[in-house]
């Protein structure tokens, strides 16, 4: 008797130990890349009042979007919508900054990393259209400054994209150099600089990279989208409010 009521007993535990509860439900693994479906990350990290943005649901990686339609936890400066650039011209009509989805995903994702390190991006220039590639040739017409229209940069395939970072309150950390200064102050290979310098580069370098970004020498700036490199040149044009 004694016996089968262990028995009983064992088979007891073993049925109730195997079994879910049913009133619980498993929390789906959180991927970074569905977050712009439904809410901006970025606002609910700061606790800002949440708002709706566009999602990436059913857009191609190819599509051109307006990086501001997905999140408003990026700064700008287009420098080529101002005279204020190596230019000395205004080349673009207005200052927007659009991207093709797949790198718009990527900064996304970046810029939640930099957040937590108590900064952000903050935009130079993004995507450029061929045709004001060949008006800065025009104006400059010096492949050490200014790719070649005819062969295209991966500005004009809308996947690269020139930024700093700033603080959350908005002030520019020291990188050494303006946005388009060239000489080798601005190299990445420099390191006869101060370490603040230098830190605020690697910090830069580091996150970029780790989100399928690679840099080029010459411009601590300038960061290309590896998954972009084989797409075609474009012209496609923004509107002007």
């Known amino acids: 008797m004694i016996r089968k009521i262990l028995i009983l007993f064992t088979m007891t535990i073993f049925f109730y130990g195997c079994k879910e509860n049913p009133t619980k ?5 959180e991927v970074f890349e569905n977050l712009p479906e439904t809410i901006d990350s970025v606002t609910q990290k700061q606790n800002r009042p949440q708002k709706s943005f566009r999602t990436f649901k059913n857009l191609a990686d190819t599509t051109f979007v307006r990086l501001a339609e997905f999140s408003h936890g990026f700064a700008y400066d287009m420098r ?5 650039n190596f230019l000395k011209e205004k080349v ?3 200052a927007e900054c659009y991207t093709r989805v797949k790198t718009a ?3 996304l994702a970046a810029n939640s990393d930099f957040y937590d390190k108590g900064v952000r991006i903050k935009f130079f220039d993004c995507y450029r259209p061929n045709s004001v590639q060949y008006k800065m040739w025009e104006i400059v017409p010096n492949p050490q400054y200014v790719a ?3 062969k295209g940069s991966i500005h004009n395939k809308g996947g690269a994209v020139d930024i700093t970072l700033e603080t959350l309150e908005g002030e520019e950390l020291n990188m050494g150099t303006d946005f388009d200064f060239f000489g080798k102050r601005a190299y990445h290979d420099m390191i006869d600089l ?5 830190d605020n580069r690697k910090l830069l370098k580091q ?25 075609k ?6 509107e002007c409010n």
């Open 25 to 29: 439900e498993k929390k789906p693994v």
């Open 80 to 84: 080529y919508a101002t005279k204020n």
């Open 92 to 94: 673009y009509d207005c």
């Open 105 to 107: 995903k990527a900064l």
């Open 148 to 150: 070649n229209p005819k």
């Open 194 to 198: 101060p370490q603040e310098i230098l």
């Open 207 to 231: 996150i970029m990279e780790k989100h399928g970004f690679w840099s080029i020498r010459t411009e601590w700036w300038h960061y290309n989208l590896g998954a972009a490199s084989n797409d």
């Open 233 to 238: 040149v474009a012209d496609f044009k923004w």
